[in-house]
């Protein structure tokens, strides 16, 4: 303890003024740091917030089946799945007219 205490003493004041902003400096450098730490548990907490929300919308999910197989009536989210399922189930019959411009 009393060697710390006698080179502090010593120091000139030059290096005392570089010290203090040393100092300041890993203070902003800890506190930078700590903005990001929020930042990142912020966006953390939305993205956790977001899986929440799709879980509890999973009635919202259904009434998003908007596409049904012309042939089996079976409900598919989208005309890409739709199409892939026509493919799949149905490659006798001819491709529906709103699936030929359908990519995938
Ligand atoms: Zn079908």
Known sequence: MNQI?????????QDQIFLKINNSLSQ???????HQKIQSQQ??????????????NKAA???KLTVVC???KTQMPDPKTYKQHFINKHPKQDL???LKEVEG
């Open 5 to 13: 205490h006698q080179s502090q003493t010593s120091k000139t004041n």
């Open 96 to 98: 529906p007219d709103e």
């Open 70 to 72: 012309k042939t089996c």
């Open 61 to 63: 999910a259904l009434v």
């Open 43 to 56: 966006k953390n907490a939305k993205r956790q917030a977001d899986l929440k929300k799709g879980t509890d």
């Open 28 to 34: 902003f450098k800890k506190m930078a740091r700590g």
